[in-house]
């Protein structure tokens, strides 16, 4: 009787040897792929066992789990955080936990603090940034950068930008703001009276990115305006799209070159940047105000790194994820603030008089701790992100087993955390009330253990917003001086019927076009 050795023996020594190495590798990737699917199909069947004593969304199917309700939700004009946020609160006098399916993902999605403590506090290292779907499409522009980072990596990097956002520059971001404002404010006064509309949109998106680039690398404002709309929007843009045509990734199309050419320029404009900036320190050249970017080569020379090719990379993503997170998010949260202002003369008056009270009518620059006292002003932008939810909702990937709300969540689940229906919770939701946020009013009502969870804008934690601080002093500055000179009146009668973009932040789509009385 033949063995199998006969058998091998007798094929190999029949054919010619192309046609024995072509069956080999045919019959090792075959086996290969037929590996990967049952670990796939275990892994899928695991998942789907775990999570079974938990609450289903409905809509779903067997075959794309919930991708219909989630893009005919998208074909609608909202986004997709506005449906994953319906069924949670459609769900939430039953169970506070919901699951969904994404094709072969798993999701489960939440709103309720207690919630939000476990992922962002007590056990964040095991809910690490979600860049298969989420962040995936901004992956090319962010890379390994602060926000798309997660352990020993991520660490270092935050101990590292870490203190280049807090204290000293803060101060400076007062008089940067300022100056910002009064070009704009020269810009708009021709408008003043005229009863033409401007879109404040678009306004306070360019005087965010001016900002930013002027804080991380003391960049004059004609400079922004020169390289940031033919370089770095673009490729914002693209990105954007990407989010809801993934395939757009993958396929060479002319867009596709387009933004690879924009990402190189980008790249290449920024590493030239930090290069000379290096040299011209170790030449002893002394600027007359430190920015950001000083001040993390401050702490790169502190750590004693050397400088080479994959510092200035990261460097590159750093420095993009700033402009990323730091202009458009501020820019949401302007927007609606002046809006809502502009619907109610008695909040406007009492920004005004605060205005007044920090500024006076010499307008000289105010110190850091009169802007701090600026209470009412800081009310009315925290309001806005609530009733907003600029960031509705933000994604982790599950990377050990774990239990959430009472149930069991396995690894490699995708965790939803709906903050838009967090801020939702508060007394009637739809309505803007900064005082809220005042002293005593709801929110210092809520419990102190779970207080710090029910307004996260910024999300909680060690993996909180860098540059939160900076983006509320900015913004104190920018809307109480907008009120101070102007006369506001917005083209929409209300909030009702203004539509948002598919895509976070959330801004109005259609800008928000607004006169100057
Ligand atoms: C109103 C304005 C802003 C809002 C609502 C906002 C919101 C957020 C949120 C929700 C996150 C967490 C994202 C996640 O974990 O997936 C985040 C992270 C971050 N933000 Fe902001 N942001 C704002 C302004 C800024 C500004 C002005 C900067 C920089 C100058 C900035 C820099 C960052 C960075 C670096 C991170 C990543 C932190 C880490 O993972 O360690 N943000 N922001």
Known sequence: MNTLNDFIVEYISERPPVHVASTVISSLLAIFLIGKLLSFSQAFMYRSRVLKAVPTAPDGNWIVGHVIPMVTCVNRGMGAWDQISYWVTKAQDKT????????????????????????????????????????????????TGLVTSDGDLWQKQRTLMGPALRVDVLDDIITIAKDSVDRLCAKLRPLQGSGRAVDMNEEFRLLTLQVIGEAVLSMAPEECDKIFPKLYLPVMEEANLRVLRPYRQYIPTPDWFK??????????????????????????????????????????????????????????????????????????????????????????????????LTFGSAEAEPSRRNVDAMSYTLSVLKEALRKYSVVPVVTRTLAKDDEL????????????????????????????????????????????????YMFVPFIQGPRNCLGQHLAMLEARVVLSLLCKRFRWKTVHGSAQGIRHPTVIPVGPLEGMPMVLE
């Open 259 to 356: 933004f690879r050419s924009r990402m190189s320029q980008l790249n290449s404009f920024l590493i030239n940047f930090f290069r000379e900036r290096w040299q011209s320190r170790k030449q002893g050249v002394q600027r007359p105000r430190k920015d950001i970017l000083d001040r993390i080569m401050d702490s790169i020379e502190a750590s004693g790194a050397k400088w080479d090719s994959s510092l200035e990379r990261q460097l590159c993503y750093e420095v993009k994820t700033f402009l990323l997170a730091g202009h458009e998010t501020s820019a949401a949260m302007l927007t609606w603030s002046l809006f809502e202002l502009s619907l109610c003369e008695e909040h406007m008056q009492k920004v005004r008089s605060e205005a007044e």
């Open 96 to 143: 506070k936990l919901i699951k969904f399916r994404i094709l072969d993902t798993h999701a489960v999605a939440f709103s309720d603090p207690v919630g939000l403590k476990r992922v962002f506090q007590t056990h964040y290292k095991i809910y690490e940034k979600d860049l298969k779907l989420s962040y995936h499409p901004f992956l090319p522009i962010l890379g």
């Open 405 to 452: 709300l009472g149930h069991k969540v396995p690894a490699g689940t995708m965790v939803a955390c709906v903050l838009q229906g967090t801020h939702n919770m508060y007394e009637d939701p739809d309505q803007f009330r900064p005082d809220r946020f005042m002293p005593g009013g709801e929110y210092e009502q809520f419990d102190d253990a779970i207080k710090a």
